[in-house]
């Protein structure tokens, strides 16, 4: 990172034998930005209790259903609605489906879009941003009134508006499960790029007038050639915080989408659809709502609190 | 305040909410599917009578003319007929308007006198045991997805304590003093629901707002005249810290008015977002459509007094 504080990298290493410290001085000249950054970010505390938990979570979902081998359409009526016990660990809904299956699969859902959109939305801002940033004048103003124009957007609303529309079709060009993930990752994603567009922008506008950009002009870089190698490296630690936000929110709106009956097809388990199924058995099967909202809940808390310690680590006016 | 400013936001704000119109028009327009597809699976009107209606209707035109018209019709006030409810779009949305306006504008006031204290005290001792509990619980506020709250409230004071109706209804057969003590009895959780998730993202804007402004000069000329400490905060530094908060506040509008669908859809409340909901469901596309647009106007409009309140509260923009 440019301006990255050795100070406090030097404050790390006390006093030490010459022939170490000469080591040591060796070493921390060659220490990468990205090093530098996950050890900043490895000070903050929750941040990093945030990624374990995040961790967990992916491994549980990706590895979860191997170990437990049990159909997430398993009708079984006699063992319907039962809280968590050996036989169903998180209980069983009105359909005697085994909870945690459906629990594992959603998640599979939930996350998988969430990483998708926040794609989408990178691709997009970052796009739009560095040509706005690069190029001056009428572009400039059009793409910056355009990025407003879907900040003024009511973004539930146009996303119930689209799904409404579109879905059928979808389903049908796509199948079930593959249209809905499309259709709900690129609307996503095409309703959070402006904030980081603006971002891009703004970064833009302030790297291509500095000395190492000049220099690479002089040398006689082409355009292309001082965006990707030189200006973009430098502004991606905001863009990186935006994006693991962005995970977040993306996967709250599939859930409110899901949550409405907007979203994937109700036989499709998502952390979303489930809560929707369990709010009419609120008073006697709490546990059918209780464990996929506490699992929606979890997964953007730790998110969010990645972002933070992201956020914290690229800041390099800030002695960590 | 120059009058000159208020003119220039107003001119801003007509262009960007022809193009959120236009953008409305184009996902509709894009959309497959027939509005006649009702009349096509009805036996009783020969397909005669539907192409005539189509040629009627102008359904043949070329998109730009569709869209002049449908605009047309939507800036006279004609908003298309319900086929759900079988009245007028727009007499349907002005009937649930209130409600919605009410809901929001309560949690608004409850997000923000919960949200200015707790960030101004956070702020003041920066990384106190408070700071961090306040910013701990902002996190988990922001976390938090609407619709699960809801469904633990739900949960919590409605079954659990029977406390509160998880059901808001309209008809109330009460008079006097019972009847607004049932109104209030029945909002508080959706109010609360939504405020929370509001005073989250706030207490985190007022906290660095202040943060920014208590390291000014002027603060200290403030202190070092014999000001005491509690007067420096109220009178001097949280009067500037509000000026950036005012613009977020605004700014975050459009997520409150999600929130809204989803808390109005939990507890039944009869706002336009459950109204959207319905339509949705009932495939009622003029209801939808005029739904969004409302959505759309309220935060072009939230904005555009945003924008005008900034400009009195800061003299230095206006005059830019």
Known sequence: MAGSTPASLSAEAPVQAPAVAAAQA????????????????????????????????VLAVLVGPYLWPVAINDIDFAAKLQGPSLAHPLGTDDLGQDLLARMMYGGRISLAVGFAAMLVALTVGVLVGSVAGMSSGWVDAFLMWLTDLFLALPT?????????????????????????????????????????????????????????????????????????????????????????????AAIIFESTLSFLGLGFPSDVPT????????????????????????????????????????RDAFDPRRVL | MNR????????????????????????????????????????????????ALRAKFGLDDP????????????????????????????????????????????????????????????????????????????????SLPTFFTGLVLILVFSIQLDWLPFVYRADINATGWAFYAE???????????????????????????VLDVIRLDYVTTARSKGIGERKVIVRHVVRNALIPVVTLIALQLPAVFGGAIVTEQIFRVPGIGSLLIAAILANDTPVVMGVTFVFACLVVLFNLIADILYGWLDPRISFR
């Open chain 1, 156 to 248: 539930l609303p146009v996303l119930l508006l689209v799904m409404y529309l579109f879905r059928d079709s979808m389903k049908k060009v796509m199948g079930v499960e593959g249209g809905a993930f499309i259709l709900i990752v690129v609307v996503i994603g095409a309703l959070r790029w402006m904030p980081v567009a603006r971002l891009v922008r703004a970064q833009f506008l302030s790297l291509r007038e500095k000395e190492f950009v000049e220099a690479a002009r002089a040398l006689g870089a082409s355009k292309v050639r001082q965006v990707v190698q030189h200006i973009l490296p430098n502004a991606l630690g905001p863009v990186i915080v935006v994006g693991t936000i962005d995970v977040a």
């Open chain 2, 63 to 142: 998109v730009w003319q569709r869209y002049l018209h449908w605009f047309a019709a939507m800036m006279q006030g004609d908003w298309g007929f319900s086929f759900q409810s079988r009245i007028d779009v727009d007499k349907l949305i002005l009937q649930r308007l209130p409600v919605t306006l009410i809901v929001v504008g309560a949690s608004q006031i409850l997000a923000i006198s919960v949200a200015i204290p707790v960030g101004v005290l956070a702020a003041v001792r920066p990384y106190s045991i408070f700071d961090q509990i306040a910013s701990t619980f902002a996190m988990i506020g922001f």
């Open chain 1, 271 to 310: 952390w979303g659809s489930m809560l929707r199924d369990a709010k009419d058995y609120l008073d006697i099967a709490a546990h059918w709502a209780l464990f996929p909202g506490a699992a929606i809940f979890l997964t953007v808390l730790a998110i969010n609190f990645i972002g933070d310690g992201l």
């Open chain 2, 183 to 209: 109104h209030i009895k029945q909002s508080i959780m959706p109010v609360v629901v939504l405020g929370l998730a509001q005073a989250g993202t706030l207490v985190r804007f007022m906290r660095s707002s």
């Open chain 1, 26 to 57: 060796r070493k921390a000249r060659s220490i990468s930005p990205a090093l530098e950054t996950w050890r900043r970010f490895r000070r903050h505390v929750l941040a990093v209790t945030g990624a374990v938990v995040l961790l967990i979570l």
């Open chain 2, 4 to 51: 000159q400013y208020i003119i220039r936001r107003l001119l801003i704000a007509i262009p960007s909410l022809l193009g959120i119109s236009v953008i409305l028009f184009g996902i509709l327009a894009m959309a497959p599917g027939d509005p006649f597809e009702e009349l096509a699976t009805n036996p009783a009107i020969p397909p005669e009578v539907r192409m």
